[in-house]
């Protein structure tokens, strides 16, 4: 009786796998994250967002797969985030001006942080390179954004049409409780800079528009 239970437990197993091959949990089975494509001096790179051991990281491959330059570690989960074109977790797009593509791609920090990042690439030194967000009243320069009010939905790092960013976080004040605010961050040339910050109007923040 017991083989007979046996038998038919590894049988229903075998015949239900299938129906959970698709269930995985990103970066548990199959590290990749993300892929797209960019053209820097008319020649094209993969583009490859990646979770190897609680680390996310970017790197760019040539067209025969061989890794021509990689990012530091971004963060330790996964992150989307919202364009004019949908929620992305890697989008590809020209954010100064300049007519060249940056990279733009975003990952947790902690359970509630999550950071943003914009790169460039230098194709002569073959790395990425960090696009700079000041905060010039406060006297703060950073290379990625930083929200500490997580969505899950992407609503904590919004791109409007003009690349213009709204940044969902708290302002945390000497003498009172802190207050979920928009850091709008608009582009200045090879960098971002804070432009306003306001409070969260009453009500779910996913229905303000930047």
């Not at 530091?72 to 989307?80: A, H, N, R, T, V």
């Not at 947790?108 to 914009?118: E, T």
């Not at 990425?128 to 899950?152: C, G, I, N, T, W």
């Amino acid at each position: 009786m017991k083989n007979l239970f046996k038998i038919v437990l590894i049988a229903a197993l075998i015949c239900a796998s299938p129906l959970f091959a698709d269930l995985e949990v990103p970066g548990e089975v199959n590290p990749v994250l993300a892929t797209d494509r960019i053209e820097i001096n008319k020649v094209g790179y993969i583009v490859e967002k990646r979770i190897d051991k609680g680390e996310v990281t970017l790197n760019l491959k040539t067209s025969d797969g061989k890794i021509f330059c990689s990012s530091d570690p971004l963060g330790i989960q996964e992150k989307f985030f919202v364009t004019p074109v949908g929620t992305k977790n890697l989008l590809i797009a020209d954010f100064t001006g300049d007519g060249v593509d940056e990279i733009v791609t975003a990952a947790m920090l902690g359970y509630d942080r999550s950071a943003l990042y914009i790169f460039s690439v230098d194709v002569a030194d073959k790395k990425l390179v960090p696009l700079e967000f000041r905060h010039v009243k406060e006297k703060l320069a950073r290379e990625f954004l930083v929200s500490d009010m997580y969505q899950e939905d992407g609503q904590d790092f919004v791109f409007s049409k003009d690349n213009s960013i709204r940044v969902l976080g708290w302002v945390y004040n000497v003498n009172g409780a802190p207050v979920g605010s928009f850091y709008y961050f608009k582009p200045a040339g090879d960098y971002y800079v804070c432009s306003k910050i306001i409070p969260v109007p009453t009500g779910d923040a996913s229905e303000t528009e930047p």
